[in-house]
């Protein structure tokens, strides 16, 4: 059985969403946000549009996923798994939102861009290009995630802050000499624990970067590794 049918097509070539049955915590006659038409939104598992939000074009809802607020979700954007879109967050091009990811506030998420797994975007944050984001990484304020940036594990990135290229943000423990780091690497740096290194010094040979670090030759041998490892990620 059918959990919704379209209301009268309005002015915006958009129907509002009514409920046919209960499920969730929707309730048999409650009235949903807008799509175009049924490809916009699954008649099968808990998906649904609430309140103002819109989706339309090929972008498809599914899952367990939430669209609500004055959200929007278009073009050829995927929506799915318990993820939740809110506030007046936009969602477009071949974006995915996925896993238990959360877009809101008046963060936009396009082209390319994937955002997965805890990650939140929020404030008037973007993701765009190819960039991904992932694990329990937030990005919030004015950032920009561009390119084929990655940002995962507990990443933050906030205020005006700009990741693009090939950057990888991650923080997330890695054992280095039998024990645990925290590992972040952006487009020109790489820190690991309290250590703060330029890509180009763990470019050079091992005894020039140990000379700038103060480090010993094994030491900075390791550190290169993990980061090759994590570049390939």
Same mark, same amino acid.
């Given at each position: 059985?059918?959990?919704?049918?379209?209301?009268?097509?309005?002015?915006?070539?958009?129907?509002?969403?009514?409920?046919?049955?209960?499920?969730?915590?929707?309730?048999?006659?409650?009235?949903?946000?807008?799509?175009?038409?049924?490809?916009?939104?699954?008649?099968?598992?808990?998906?649904?549009?609430?309140?103002?939000?819109?989706?339309?074009?090929?972008?498809?809802?599914?899952?367990?996923?939430?669209?609500?607020?004055?959200?929007?979700?278009?073009?050829?954007?995927?929506?799915?798994?318990?993820?939740?879109?809110?506030?007046?967050?936009?969602?477009? @091009?071949? %974006?995915? +939102?996925? &896993? *238990?990811?959360? !877009?809101? #506030?008046?963060?936009? =998420?396009?082209?390319?861009? /994937?955002? $997965?797994?805890?990650?939140?975007?929020?404030?008037?944050?973007?993701?765009?290009?190819?960039?991904?984001?992932?694990?329990?990484?937030?990005?919030? @304020?004015? %950032?920009? +995630?561009? &390119? *084929?940036?990655? !940002?995962? #594990?507990?990443?933050? =990135?906030?205020?005006?802050? /700009?990741? $693009?290229?090939?950057?990888?943000?991650?923080?997330?423990?890695?054992?280095?000499?039998?024990?645990?780091?925290?590992?972040?690497?952006?487009?020109?740096?790489?820190?690991?624990?309290?250590?703060?290194?330029?890509?180009?010094?763990?470019?050079?040979?091992?005894?020039?970067?140990?000379?700038?670090?103060?480090?010993?030759?094994?030491?900075?041998?390791?550190?290169?590794?993990?980061?090759?490892?994590?570049?390939?990620?």
């Amino acid at each position: 059985m059918k959990k919704y049918k379209l209301g009268k097509r309005e002015g915006n070539d958009l129907c509002r969403v009514i409920a046919l049955r209960d499920f969730a915590d929707v309730k048999k006659g409650d009235i949903g946000g807008r799509i175009q038409n049924e490809k916009n939104l699954s008649q099968e598992g808990n998906a649904w549009i609430y309140g103002n939000a819109r989706v339309s074009g090929n972008a498809w809802i599914y899952g367990d996923a939430w669209v609500y607020g004055n959200a929007r979700v278009s073009g050829d954007a995927w929506i799915y798994g318990d993820a939740r879109v809110s506030g007046d967050a936009w969602i477009y @091009g071949d %974006a995915q +939102v996925y &896993g *238990n990811a959360r !877009v809101s #506030g008046d963060a936009w =998420v396009y082209g390319n861009a /994937r955002v $997965s797994g805890n990650a939140w975007i929020y404030g008037d944050a973007q993701v765009y290009g190819n960039a991904q984001v992932s694990g329990d990484a937030r990005v919030s @304020g004015d %950032a920009r +995630v561009s &390119g *084929n940036a990655r !940002v995962s #594990g507990d990443a933050r =990135v906030s205020g005006n802050a /700009r990741v $693009s290229g090939d950057a990888r943000v991650t923080k997330f423990l890695v054992n280095v000499i039998m024990k645990p780091f925290p590992i972040t690497i952006t487009d020109n740096h790489v820190q690991i624990g309290c250590e703060l290194l330029r890509k180009d010094h763990l470019a050079q040979d091992g005894l020039t970067a140990a000379k700038k670090y103060n480090l010993d030759k094994k030491t900075v041998a390791k550190y290169r590794a993990i980061v090759k490892v994590l570049m390939m990620t």
